[in-house]
């Protein structure tokens, strides 16, 4: 469906009912609203993996404003504030009450300036592989890390010129390196690429220019969060993820998957998908 937001429209897909026969009532499932990477990519990258949660939730899938199938609006829109922002009003339209809200990546970012601005909207928050701040050092050093020198500086040159022929660079020598899973990328992951709409003028963009920092933020943030990161991420290392536990109040738990990098649901998908579970789950 489409759904009007904030002077544009906005593409969603649900999975699951969100009330369910219980005896003689409907009982409510909670909400997962799933914010996707990029900038410039969509919700597909979420299916099918995350349509196991639906019985335990109601999943609300949405390209976010600029992206994927929710093309029509104003590229002057196209900043933090403005996706924050988007998220209380997609809900009002959808009457959905108290979401818990999954960001991956851009996602994440999203997601922790969401919370910090509307701190009294989310249920719950999962930042899942992602950053508080834009740190060109600290991704170069994930990348050499990972992929060695010649990734290090195709990622410098991309974070910092933008140039198509710089991103071009970037997928070529520094993709490869989001897992490190030797398989990757595999059949099913040139797939799921594949049928993703992409905009790489949002990308490049987002990625070159916007130098962001939530720290300062975060601490607004009043619901219970959920970090999981992977040691071996390039493009949000593990510093990123500790970063963020810096400046969220305590009680903020996080979880660090060791054999991940970017894609922990590909590399470690059952304990990643328990640990949901189970924060979804938790009073």
């Not at 996707?36 to 299916?47: A, M, N, T």
């Not at 993996?49 to 029509?72: K, W």
């Not at 994930?142 to 910092?160: N, P, V, Y």
């Amino acid at each position: 469906m489409r759904v009007t937001v904030n002077g544009t429209s906005l593409f969603v897909d649900v999975e699951g009912p969100a009330l369910v026969p219980d005896g003689d009532t409907m009982r409510d499932k909670p909400t997962l609203l799933l914010l996707h990477g990029g900038p410039g990519h969509d919700h597909s990258i979420f299916k099918p993996a995350y349509a196991r949660l639906a019985d335990l939730v109601q999943i609300v899938y949405v390209d976010q404003r600029g992206n994927g199938r929710s093309q029509d609006s104003d590229p002057s829109t196209w900043h933090l504030d403005q996706w924050a922002d988007d998220i209380p009003t997609l809900c009002k339209a959808l009457g959905i009450t108290r979401p818990i809200v999954l960001g991956w990546s851009f996602g994440g970012i999203v997601a922790m300036h969401y919370a910090a601005r509307h701190p009294d909207h989310p249920a719950k928050l999962i930042l899942q592989s992602t950053m508080a701040r834009m740190d060109v050092d600290q991704v170069v050093e994930g990348f050499r890390a990972e992929a060695g020198e010649a990734a290090a500086l195709a990622a410098k040159a991309f974070l910092t010129e933008g140039t198509p022929e710089t991103f071009a660079e970037y997928g070529r020598l520094c993709a490869p390196s989001y897992s490190p899973d030797p398989a990757f990328p595999s059949p099913e992951d040139i797939q799921a690429m594949m049928r993703m709409i992409p905009n790489p003028e949002l990308t490049m963009n987002f990625l070159s220019r916007e130098r962001f920092d939530l720290r300062g933020e975060l601490r607004d943030v009043r619901c219970p969060v959920l970090v999981a990161a992977g040691a071996r991420d390039p493009i949000t290392p593990l510093a990123s993820a500790r970063e963020i536990m810096t400046g969220l109040p305590a009680g903020a738990r996080l979880e660090i998957f060791e054999e991940s990098g970017h894609f922990i649901a590909d590399t470690e998908g059952e304990r990643f998908f328990a640990l949901l579970r189970a924060f979804i789950e938790a009073p």
